[in-house]
């Protein structure tokens, strides 16, 4: 059973809007929450991560919240660039373990 | 350069004939995983390592061996490959995980395409 959800495949934004990809999760005993970004041919590399003990935390673009009461994750880009079009990856660590989403592709039209 | 190096990129084989997918990292990293790729299934986990001689299973270790006698390397073997384990597969390391993983992750490497026909 998929602990990790991103009920949604695809996204498309105007460069400069804000993007929001969304992540559903349900084991409560996750510790840590992360994005990872994932261009074609190449593996999938960090982007931002949140522990389970805070509810916000920006880098630059990117920021990521977490509503621990509704088990939901979401990753903010603002703004959006052309060079941000890539496959998104939600990921929640328990113990040893890291649980991925199945992805959401995001693409920015200039 | 730190990097994750798989090897090899693209690899089409026969059911039943073994095979071994290298992976090798340069950052000194304790820990390493192997995950899949499958359309609408996101990645799973195969089979992880916390240090040299240290393996465990992740979520979907069925027809796959892994070892760690080296920090560096760590192989995924497929001892009879069948067509269900035809995927993209993805190795990756982390430093020291229980203080690494929340803030940096995993570093992949960019991924083997395996064909079992």
């Known amino acids: 059973d998929q602990q990790v959800k991103q009920n949604s495949p695809s996204l498309s934004v105007q460069e400069g809007r804000i993007s929001i990809l969304n992540c559903d999760y349900t084991?409560?005993?996750?510790?840590?929450f992360l994005w990872y970004k994932k261009y074609p041919a190449e593996g999938p590399t960090f982007l931002i991560s949140?522990?389970?003990?805070?509810d916000k935390n920006e880098d630059g673009r990117f920021t990521v919240f977490l509503n621990k009461s509704a088990k939901h994750l979401s990753l903010h880009i603002v703004p959006s660039q052309p060079g941000d079009s890539a496959v998104y990856f939600c990921?929640?660590?328990?113990?040893?373990?890291?649980?991925f989403g199945t992805g959401t592709s995001l693409t920015v039209i200039p | 350069e730190a990097q994750v190096t798989q090897n090899p990129r693209y690899l089409i084989t026969v059911t039943g004939k073994k095979l071994t997918v290298t992976c090798s990292q340069n950052m000194n990293h304790e820990y390493m995983s192997w995950y899949r790729q499958d359309p609408g299934l996101g990645l799973r986990q195969i089979y992880y390592s916390m240090n040299v001689e240290v393996t465990d299973k992740g979520d979907v270790p069925e027809g796959y061996k892994v070892s760690r006698k080296e920090k560096r390397n760590f192989p995924l073997i497929l001892e009879s490959p069948s067509p269900n384990q035809t995927s993209l597969y993805f190795c990756a390391s982390s430093l020291i995980w229980t203080i690494s993983k929340g803030l940096y992750g995993y570093t992949f490497g960019s991924g083997t395409r395996l064909t079992v026909v």
């Open positions: 949140i522990s389970s003990i805070k």
């Open positions: 990921a929640a660590s328990a113990g040893n373990q890291f649980y």
């Open positions: 084991n409560s005993m996750f510790d840590y």
